[in-house]
């Protein structure tokens, strides 16, 4: 029991500072009748953790699915790890699709296209109230489909050790593949881009994905260590960690290439309409694009080079942090200055979400590691996994 009051605290303590900030942004947006846009301020900051958390967990999941569907054998010993990370992807998704109704419904007011009559007819067809939200149901619906199956199958092949629940679990991981090629590029367009109704980039879904994926990959990192270090998985060793530490170094690259070119390419052309997504930010968010290239790019650039430090617990447990609070600044850049334009800030709003759904996310990942066996034995790999040695 002492274990769950731990991380509960995280959500009580998280609850608290929200409440406490909605309350003095809602004293001041009611005396400032001009500052109208202060009031979805603390909507954008609970829908900036919801995404990030969310969008970390289904990053996991599409990198679990990535080692199945390649038949990699190194990374057995933690694969109920990642699986109990991406138990979070309907949990978060509920909250996500509370923001999403709230706003369809006129309640709240982050998607500014949905108080909009004058769209034009070829952004009609796309961004209606009504379609908007079935494919954000079918989003989240489906992930969380094939996120039960992979793990109703992984576990059958534990109990049983039979091979055709690996060949099902194989299938299934396909299909996964396939559903996600497509909706996690139209999910980026829906949740995120269409927050600048007047703004497009054909990589921008790419980009997000690179985010929440180097996000996801750290996550797991961090996670075994401290499982590790407890005593609950010790087959994970030196080699994983070190191979663990190369993807992260590899996406972080991923991100670092994708921000670039979209950067680049849009300020070299100069088209007002797409330049403005960057002037905004460099104008009133004092350049918070640029800046978040330390944690996300040179950090993990300059830290993660050396093979020595790839199998440094410390070493990655410090550069793992960093990249976590790096790429929520990311995502923060992605949605504040769409929703809330120059009325921004961070104080126990940001904080409070950030707390709140991260205690959220920690005790849906303690319950569901708690009920699964850590060392999947019955994977045809795991024997393989177990005495894995990086080849140097």
């Not at 909706?183 to 995120?192: F, V």
């Not at 980009?207 to 994926?213: A, C, N």
Request: glycine content about 6%; charged content about 10%.
């Amino acid at each position: 029991m002492l274990k769950y009051i731990k991380y509960y605290i995280f959500l009580i303590i998280g609850f608290i500072l929200f409440s406490i900030g909605f309350y003095q942004n809602l004293s001041i947006t009611n005396s400032l009748v001009d500052y109208k846009e202060l009031n979805f301020r603390p909507w954008s900051a609970l829908y900036i953790s919801a995404f990030y958390f969310t969008s970390l967990s289904l990053g996991v999941l599409f990198f679990l699915v990535i080692q199945y569907v390649s038949h990699a054998g190194w990374v057995i010993v933690i694969i109920r790890v990642m699986e109990g990370i991406a138990s979070f992807i309907p949990y978060g998704g509920i909250i996500i699709m509370l923001i999403l109704v709230l706003n369809s419904i006129g309640i709240i007011h982050i998607f500014h296209w949905m108080d909009l009559d004058n769209l034009s007819n070829n952004k009609k067809f796309y961004l209606n109230k009504s379609f908007f939200l079935i494919r954000s149901i079918i989003y989240l619906v489906g992930w969380t489909i094939f996120m039960k199956y992979i793990k109703y199958f992984s576990k059958k092949l534990d109990e049983t050790h039979n091979r055709k629940y690996f060949n099902k679990l194989y299938k299934v991981n396909v299909l996964f593949l396939i559903f996600f090629a497509i909706t996690s590029m139209t999910m980026g367009w829906d949740w995120i881009m269409s927050l600048d109704i007047n703004w497009i980039s054909t990589l921008f879904s790419w980009y997000i994905l690179s985010s929440y994926l180097v996000t996801g990959i750290t996550t797991i990192t961090l996670i075994s260590i401290y499982l590790k270090w407890k005593g609950y998985i010790p087959l994970f060793n030196n080699n994983h960690l070190h191979d663990l530490a190369k993807y992260i170094f590899a996406t972080s690259l991923l991100w670092s290439y994708l921000w670039f070119s979209q950067y680049i390419l849009y300020w070299y052309g100069n088209i007002p309409e797409e330049v403005v997504y960057y002037f905004n930010r460099s104008e009133q968010y004092n350049n918070i694009h640029l800046w978040m290239l330390i944690p996300n790019f040179l950090i993990p650039f300059l830290g993660l080079l050396s093979s020595k430090i790839k199998r440094n617990y410390k070493a990655i447990t410090i550069i793992g942090f960093i990249i976590i609070i790096g790429h929520y600044i990311d995502i923060y850049n992605m949605i504040m200055p769409s929703c809330v334009h120059k009325f921004y800030g961070f104080g126990l709003l940001e904080i409070g979400s950030f707390l709140f759904m991260m205690g959220f996310f920690i005790c849906i990942i303690q319950k569901t590691l708690i009920k699964m066996e850590l060392e999947p034995k019955g994977n045809p790999f795991f024997y393989k996994s177990k005495y894995y040695k990086y080849p140097h």
